[in-house]
């Protein structure tokens, strides 16, 4: 019903930078909450960042000062800008929204990318 495709990872030097993109397309009605988030080896998922639709932002305390979020409400589309990477912030990272279907205009559903990977080189 809803698919996103998520570009942008790789590797990067620590104090380096990256910008992760998704973009969701199929059967959509409405996009409310957009985020990334990201798990590491060994590690539970976490939420990186997340973005309402008006644009209310929260991060994790780990990304403050760091990571960006931001979204195009008119491409169905959410950036995450990450500055002055560290090691720590390897992980894959995965785009998470809160949509409504054409389909079920009155449901929301939560739905995941593939994942992308990010891995910062000390």
């Known amino acids: 019903q809803v698919q996103l495709v998520e570009s942008g990872g790789g590797l990067v030097q620590t104090g380096g930078s990256l910008r992760l993109s998704c973009t969701a397309s199929g059967d959509i009605f409405n996009i409310y909450t957009m985020a990334w988030h990201r798990q590491a080896p060994g590690k539970q998922r976490e939420l990186v960042a997340a973005i309402t639709r008006s644009s209310t932002t929260n991060y994790a305390d780990s990304v403050k000062g760091r990571f960006t979020i931001s979204r195009d409400n008119a491409k169905n589309t959410v950036y995450l800008q990450m500055n002055s990477l560290k090691p720590e912030d390897t992980a894959v990272y995965f785009c998470?929204?809160?949509?409504?279907?054409?389909?079920?205009?009155?449901?929301?559903?939560?739905?995941w990318g593939q994942g992308t990977q990010v891995t910062v080189s000390s």
């Open positions: 998470h929204v809160v949509a409504s279907p054409g389909s079920s205009p009155s449901v929301d559903f939560p739905y």
